[in-house]
């Protein structure tokens, strides 16, 4: 391993800035006109309270963007074993032209040598299974005795593709079967050599209520025996969370094309100003890193990136929805795109479609169908924790850790985390969203925690 | 590297290269340190007025940012080459990479080293081509130090003695030369370049060919040189198709690719000491880029 090169601690502290040139991948001109779609007007978009920032300062923007400082990172083992696996799955649907690579579902896997407990870990929305910061947990869970499974989120293409049952991901419930059912399948294959002693969950961001629905879908079929969660910085309504989301982006980035190639023109420029005064001759990822801290300034600029990089996530998410669930927003579903066609447009029209599209146009119309006596505002009160909220009331095998300043929660949904789950959270001061996962309280805490000696916030 | 693991159909389980986290983390302390202090070095520079302010162009604004769209007229084909490196990637390129992986890391960087001195003959000849001749004396220099004191290029003395490698190659010469990217091209086997880097390659190889530096270019061991030189190439770079998952990411990799080189020009450019101020980057904001 390149150890320089593939920190995860130096990822994750550049992947905020990654993510906005990666929007780069975003841009392209022609104004768009949104076309109003006649069965769309009855559904109205979920509401989302609160600011755009939700609890964010400026320290809790940047700790997103940047992550954890160095310094402060959990000591790690030295050395930490990794396999891969690719699965088949029984349930998959036909896999369409344009999603050839996502065949199988595709997770990480370290092993003890002995007798171990096994945690499974959930990235956040639209990552795979091998994050920096999967990385990061899986590093503290083996150093802590555990055999880690890193699972991709059930809202990242090559999950939809090779393990959804719908192609329609964002339902927590659905989505929270569809883990399930990969899971045992995982475990189910794993070499007889492994020999697991009992089952944890966890997961981050959405992982993290992906977790807590496994657990609670477990406690009826019992396949798994899944001993405890602990949810890592969770939404409480999860497309509240995305709406603030949406009005960030709207807010930070504006709205059309012209803004994204706003937005790109002074990131380009910058850049190779920046460039042009160094005396480097590669745009490698060493400058990159520097660069960040020096591009992004403004609060305005950090949410920018924040919003940005979850822009990125959804487009890939509507794409499939839409080409899985045949809404044909920007999918023909008679005529699929193949391999060689150009996808340019269909990405320029995505990326300045915010969640709410997604959800009157795709998401709602298929579970409406799906689902005889659903509303679209009983499909919004599905997105909310409080769905399993008597479990998470009162099993004492439910955890969770959140910052005061997460940019996705505003004050009332963090009040309902607290209510909720009692002395079973830890509320850390800092941090903003996920930018403090690998820090020694935070690690410390979630191992006490899996480990059943969590004795609440003394520290 | 297919470790044994479970043998059913529906489900396979292979190693990849090991993590760690420890020296991961130790690095990453050393390398903020490092940026904390160049930019306090940057910081104080700045204050102070800089003495060749007359031979840096003036900075680009976002209107001299190139569009936003690519010049791409051979699409289709570069699809479906993507797909094919793609899956040769993962049928063997990566898997050879991750297994050479394995090699203890002093015997790695030794062969990234060897390679790297090896195509300093390379930047001497382009950086004279270019005009370039500080840049090409600092390439000659860093060969004949690294081929002594770093014993056969085995080690990087030369970067230790402050004088960090600056390859260059075909492709900047014949930027230098007025040439554009042109249209965007996906190379079999090679990967994602444009035009003009691929036709750079391609000089670049001849001239390795054509100045056979101690025969080994066509001699007996040249084709198990190539090979590693390759694989040393790949276990060096950081990327794996399609882990993005995105039915995207060629449209993303090409715009990355494209805008990454259009800045590294503009950078060589303004790196000429003789600062020819009129060529700073043309404006190519109504052009897709590459053009």
Redesign the interface.
Known sequence: MQSSDTSPARESRISGWLACVATAALLSSAPMAHAADPSAQAIAPPPAPGPATGLADSAGLRATVFGAAPQSLAPMPNKVPLAEINISLPWARPVPDVFWFDRKLRVWFSAQAGPAPLAIVIAGTGSDGNTAKLSTLRGALFGAGYHVLTMPSPTFPGFIVSASSTGVAGDLMQDGRDLYAAMREIVAHLPRRVRITEIDVLGYSLGGANAAMVKAIDASQGKLKIHRVVMIDPPVSLFASIGRLDKLFAINVGSGDDAIERLYRSLYAELANLYRASDRVQLDEDFILGAAATVLKSDAEFSAAIALSFRIDLVNVFFAGDLYAGTGVVVDPKHPPKVGDSLEETQRRLRNMPFADYFTKVFAPFYLKQRPNATAASLIADSRLDIIGEALRNDPDYYAQSNSDDVILNAQELTWLEDTLGSRIAVYDHGGHLGNIGERQQVADMLQMLAGNWVGTAH | MA????A?Q????????????????A???E??AA?AA??ATAAGEAGRPAQDTAE??P???????????TYDPW??MN??TY?FN?RFDEALYLRLSNAY?RVP?PIRSGVHNFFGNLSEVDSVVNYTLQWRLKLSARSLGRLLINTTIGIGGLFDAAARLKLPG???GFSSTLATWGMHPGPFLVIPFLGPSTLRDGIGFLGDYAASYGIDVAKLYRGNVSWGLDGLNAVDQR??I?FR????????E???VR??YV??R???D???R??DSNARSTTQ?ENAAHEPAGK
Request: charged fraction near 20%.
């Open positions: 470790a044994a693991g479970c059913s529906s489900m396979s389980i292979h190693n990849v290269p090991a993590e760690h986290p420890a020296a991961d983390n690095a990453a302390v390398s903020a940026f160049a930019a840096i162009p900075p680009l604004t976002a209107a001299d940012a190139p569009s936003m769209r699409e289709r699809r479906f797909r793609a992986r890391a600056a390859p260059t276990a060096n950081n198709y399609y882990s993005t998952g995105s039915p995207f060629y449209e993303n715009f990355l805008r990454k259009l800045i590294e503009a950078g060589l303004a790196k980057m």
